[in-house]
C-alpha cells in the first residue's frame, strides 16, 4: 500500500484601511502556500480600492526685460478621484531532482482609474490666462501579465546554471475630456482624447558558475530582452466660440533589443582578503516609427569593466575595508523616448507640454566607491562609504518654444560628476548607555554634491539628486505586554537648482515622520495602527524661466500634505 507525501499547508491573511484627508482606502491581501512530496506551490493575492482629493495653489507672473510686472494670476488646483485593482502571483516549484529544481512563476493584474482634475484661475494683473478655468476628467484601465520559467541544476563537480525566461505584457486604455472656459466663462476649448497604450517583453537570463582554480568562484552569463510597444493617441479640438474643429491623431510602434553578456571572478586569495574582477558588454537598439516623425534608429553599446577589492580586518570578527572601480550603464525608460505628447492646459514655460525623445541616448560612467563597516559587541553594524562618478550623456529634461508652445522633453546634456559621502548605523541604546532599554536605533544620513558641465553659474547640480538625505528610527518590544511601539523620521533636502541655461527651480525641504504600534494577540494574529506624514508639511515649489528675449516667468507652487491613518490586521491560519 502507497503512502501519500504529507501537505505542508499553509495561510496568511492581510487586511487593512487608511484614511488621508478624509478618503479611505481599504485592502486585503494574503499568501496560501503548500508542499506535497516534490512539488511545492504559493499563491499570493491582493485586493486593493483607493481614493484621494487633495488641492493646491500657484501663484504665476510675468515680468517683461526691464522687470516691470506685466502678468499675474492666481491658480486654484483640485483633484478628486478613485481606483483599484486585483492581482495574484502563483509560483510553482518542482524538485526535478536532488540538485534539480524547475521553478514557474506568473502575475496578473488588473486595475482601473477615475478622476478629475480642476483648476482656477483669478486674474490680478495684465491679460487672463487663455482658460481661467479647466476640467479634466479622465478614466483608465490597465492589465499587465507575466509569466517566468526558472531552471537551477547543480552538477557533481559543483557547477551550478540557473536560467531563466520570461514572457510580460502590459495594456492600457484611457480617455479624457477637457473643457476650458475663458475669462467671460464661455467654453472656449472642448477637448477629447482616446489613448491606447501595448507593451509585451520577452525576456532571457541566466548564469553558469563553476570553480576553475583554488579558491576562484568563475561566472559567465547572458542578460536580454526584447520590447515591442505600440502607442496610439487621437485627439479632438473643438473651438465653439470660431467655430472650428481639429485633430491630433498619433500613432507610434517602438521596439527595444537589449543584450548584456558578462564574466566575472570571485577570488578568495586568503581568509581576509578577496578580489572581484568582471567584465559585461550591453548593447540596446532603439526603433520608432510614428505618423508625426521620421522613422528612427539608435544603437550603442560598452565594455563596462569592475573591480572590487575586500579586505577583512585582522583582530576582527566581521570589520571590512571595501574598494571598487566600475563602469555603469543606465538603460533608458521606454515612457522616456516614446514622442507622445502631453498637453498642459495653459501652456507657458513654466507648465509646458510633455514629449518623448526618441533619439535619447542612456547614460555611462565611470565610479569609484569605497566603504568601511564595523560590527561592534552585542549586535549592529556602523559603516560609512564614499562614491565618486564621472557620467557621460547625462539625461534632464529641457525646455524650448517650439511652434508657438512650450515644450518639455528628457535630454542628454553631455558629462558631469557626482560625489558624496553615506554614514549608516544599527543597534540598541543600551550599547550607548549602560542600563537603558533594548531600543532598537537606526540612523543614516547622506551627503552628495553634483556638477553637469553643460550648465554654468550657481545651483549648478543634477535636478533630482538631494543634496543631501537622512533617516533616523527607533523601535522597542515590550517585555510586560505584547506591544512594539516604532517611530522614523526622514528628511530630504533640497534648495534651488538650476536644470537649464534658461530655467532654476526651487523645492521645498520635505520632512516625513511617521509613528506605529503593533499588538500581538497570539502567535498568529496581531494589529498594527499607524500614522504617516504627522507633520503635514506643504511642498512649495518655485519655477523660473527666462527666455531669449529677457521676459521672465515664475510660479510658485504650495501643494499640502495630510496625515494618513491606518490600521492592519495580520492573520496566520
Request: hydrophobic share 35%; glycine share 8%.
Amino acid at each position: 500500500m502507497l503512502r501519500r507525501a504529507l501537505s505542508q499547508q499553509n495561510a496568511e491573511l492581510r487586511a487593512g484601511a487608511s484614511v488621508q484627508n478624509d478618503k479611505p482606502t481599504a485592502f486585503v491581501s494574503g499568501n496560501i502556500s503548500d508542499k506535497t512530496g516534490a512539488v511545492s506551490w504559493t499563491l499570493p493575492y491582493n485586493f486593493l480600492r483607493f481614493s484621494f482629493a487633495n488641492e493646491g495653489l500657484s501663484e504665476q507672473r510675468v515680468f517683461s526685460p526691464n522687470d516691470e510686472l506685466t502678468q499675474q494670476f492666481g491658480s486654484h488646483r483640485g483633484a478628486e478621484g478613485w481606483g483599484g485593482n486585483v492581482n495574484i502571483a502563483p509560483r510553482l516549484s518542482w524538485a526535478l531532482g536532488t540538485d534539480n529544481t524547475l521553478n514557474i512563476d506568473a502575475f496578473a493584474l488588473t486595475g482601473l482609474f477615475r478622476g478629475r482634475f480642476t483648476e482656477d484661475n483669478t486674474p490680478r494683473s495684465g491679460p487672463p490666462p487663455p482658460y481661467v478655468s479647466t476640467d479634466l476628467r479622465v478614466r483608465s484601465e490597465n492589465n499587465s501579465y507575466r509569466v517566468n520559467a526558472n531552471w537551477v541544476r547543480r552538477f557533481a563537480d559543483n557547477s551550478r546554471i540557473d536560467a531563466r525566461v520570461g514572457v510580460s505584457r502590459f495594456s492600457f486604455d484611457a480617455a479624457s475630456t477637457f473643457i476650458g472656459r475663458d475669462a467671460s466663462g464661455a467654453t472656449a476649448l472642448q477637448r477629447v482624447v482616446d489613448s491606447t497604450s501595448d507593451d509585451t517583453t520577452t525576456t532571457t537570463v541566466g548564469k553558469y558558475t563553476f570553480n576553475f582554480l583554488p579558491g576562484h568562484n568563475l561566472a559567465a552569463g547572458w542578460d536580454g530582452a526584447y520590447t515591442l510597444r505600440n502607442d496610439v493617441r487621437n485627439q479632438g479640438d473643438f473651438y465653439p466660440m470660431v467655430p472650428l474643429t481639429t485633430r491630433r491623431d498619433e500613432n507610434f510602434d517602438t521596439n527595444v533589443r537589449r543584450l548584456a553578456l558578462y564574466a566575472q571572478d570571485e577570488w578568495d586569495m586568503s581568509e581576509k582578503f578577496a578580489i572581484y574582477t568582471g567584465l559585461r558588454w550591453e548593447a540596446i537598439e532603439t526603433r520608432s516609427d510614428g505618423n508625426t516623425y521620421d522613422p528612427i534608429r539608435n544603437r550603442s553599446s560598452v565594455a563596462s569593466p569592475i573591480l572590487n577589492l575586500l579586505w577583512k580586518l585582522p583582530g576582527t570578527d566581521k570589520d571590512q575595508v571595501r574598494l571598487g572601480i566600475s563602469r555603469t550603464y543606465k538603460p533608458i525608460n521606454t515612457g522616456d523616448i516614446v514622442p507622445r505628447r502631453f498637453f498642459a492646459p495653459n501652456n507657458s514655460p513654466t507648465t509646458p507640454d510633455f514629449i518623448g525623445n526618441p533619439n535619447l541616448k542612456p547614460e555611462l560612467s565611470w565610479g569609484l566607491d569605497s566603504g568601511y563597516e564595523h560590527y561592534p559587541a552585542g549586535g549592529g553594524n556602523i559603516g560609512v562609504s564614499l562614491y565618486y562618478r564621472r557620467i557621460t550623456d547625462i539625461v534632464q529634461r529641457q525646455t524650448s518654444f517650439e511652434d508657438g508652445l512650450y515644450v518639455t522633453r528628457p535630454e542628454n546634456l553631455g558629462t558631469g560628476t557626482v560625489r558624496g559621502v553615506e554614514l549608516d548605523a544599527k543597534g540598541k541604546l543600551s550599547q550607548l548607555l549602560d542600563g537603558a532599554p533594548g531600543v532598537d536605533l537606526r540612523a543614516n544620513f547622506a551627503v552628495n554634491k553634483s556638477q553637469v558641465d553643460y550648465l554654468q553659474g550657481r545651483y549648478n547640480r543634477l535636478d533630482e539628486q538631494p543634496p543631501w538625505n537622512g533617516t533616523a528610527g527607533a523601535d522597542y518590544r515590550f517585555t510586560s505586554v505584547p506591544l512594539t511601539l516604532g517611530t522614523s523620521f526622514t528628511a530630504r533636502g533640497a534648495g534651488t537648482v538650476r536644470t537649464s541655461p534658461q530655467q532654476v527651480i526651487y523645492r521645498s525641504i520635505n520632512r516625513q515622520w511617521e509613528a506605529f504600534g503593533l499588538w500581538r494577540f497570539s502567535p498568529k494574529v496581531q494589529l498594527r495602527l499607524s500614522v504617516q506624514d504627522l507633520l503635514a508639511q506643504d511642498n512649495i515649489t518655485v519655477n523660473r524661466f527666462t527666455d531669449a528675449t529677457g521676459v521672465v516667468t515664475e510660479r510658485s507652487s504650495v501643494d499640502p500634505r495630510y496625515r494618513r491613518f491606518s490600521m492592519v490586521w495580520e492573520f496566520k491560519l
